[in-house]
């Protein structure tokens, strides 16, 4: 019997076999996967980049910048400050601006010894006539306008206090500054020499600074700290000393020993 007597119909054929075809990828779903994993590379790169390049963290461990930072603020330092100036338009726009001025913070490399870095404020700028009087700054025969500086009760210290004064020497002094410091006093003051910068700390009877060491180069300036973005708490702290608000009672549980652990306050905050 024919294909087309078996079908019932005269003339008719029998259909042919269907096969279901393969279910195509959806469009664009491995391609987008990639994209996400190249955009996610790209940011890891450009962080990497800021954070070498533009920014870089470091810790206070001294008193010295009382009350502006405390032992433990952890800063974000923008190195653009150390670059030319026709240079870093980026960083402008996310960061405050990278030339050097009175009253600015700074963090550089200590010279007695470049592998520290310290951070203290810039009072004297390249040309200024400097001295200290009380343990005041003068500048060009004025008295320096300093709402950040503290003084706390210490012993009397003429070399500290009268800066720069030859009649005695303090045994914190730098030798090899010591015995410039004698060629460079002139009618009771110094003078800043080009590309140099006098700094001082915050905490003024209880800072080794230019005082003590002479002039920062500007060769060996690192940048600009401009944010407190962690805190941690030392050991016992009151904050009494640092002239900031009183702690509150030591906490009884766990989770309050962990929020105690840091000045959360004070994260990510603009450095002034």
């Given at each position: 019997m024919s294909?087309?007597?078996?079908?019932?119909?005269?003339?008719?054929?029998?259909?042919?076999?269907?096969?279901?075809?393969?279910?195509?990828?959806?469009?664009?779903?491995?391609?987008?996967?990639?994209?996400?994993?190249?955009?996610?590379?790209?940011?890891?790169?450009?962080?990497l980049f800021i954070i070498t390049f533009t920014f870089q963290p470091f810790r206070i461990p001294s008193e010295s910048m009382i009350p502006t930072l405390l032992v433990g603020d952890f800063l974000l330092v923008n190195k653009e400050v150390s670059k030319d100036v026709s240079s870093g338009a980026f960083s402008k726009l996310i960061a405050p601006t990278y030339e050097i001025h009175r009253g600015d913070l700074i963090v550089f490399h200590y010279p007695v010894d470049p592998s520290m870095h310290l951070v203290k404020r810039v009072i004297g700028l390249p040309g200024d006539h400097i001295r200290l009087h009380n343990g005041k700054a003068w500048i060009d025969g004025q008295p320096l306008n300093e709402p950040y500086a503290?003084?706390?009760?210490?012993?009397?210290?003429?070399?500290?206090d009268e800066f720069p004064q030859l009649g005695s020497i303090d045994p914190n002094v730098d030798s090899r500054w010591?015995?410039?410091?004698?060629?460079?006093?002139?009618?009771?003051?110094?003078?800043?020499?080009?590309?140099?910068?006098?700094?001082?700390?915050?905490?003024?009877?209880?800072?080794?600074?230019?005082?003590y060491w002479g002039f920062v180069p500007r060769g060996a300036i690192v940048g600009?700290?401009?944010?407190?973005?962690?805190?941690?708490?030392?050991?016992?702290?009151?904050?009494?000393?640092?002239?900031?608000?009183q702690l509150p009672a030591e906490p009884h549980t766990r989770l309050g020993s962990v929020i105690a652990f840091a000045r959360w306050d004070r994260a990510m905050s603009v450095i002034h």
């Open positions: 294909a087309a007597t078996q079908s019932g119909l005269p003339g008719a054929e029998a259909p042919p076999e269907t096969v279901p075809a393969p279910t195509p990828p959806k469009p664009g779903h491995r391609h987008g996967v990639l994209e996400s994993v190249q955009s996610m590379a790209t940011l890891i790169v450009i962080a503290i003084f706390r009760r210490a012993e009397p210290d003429r070399y500290r010591w015995i410039q410091l004698r060629s460079l006093v002139n009618g009771g003051e110094i003078t800043v020499p080009p590309d140099s910068f006098f700094v001082l700390g915050d905490n003024r009877n209880d800072s080794e600074d230019s005082r600009k700290p401009f944010m407190i973005y962690f805190s941690v708490r030392t050991p016992g702290e009151t904050r009494a000393d640092a002239q900031l608000p």
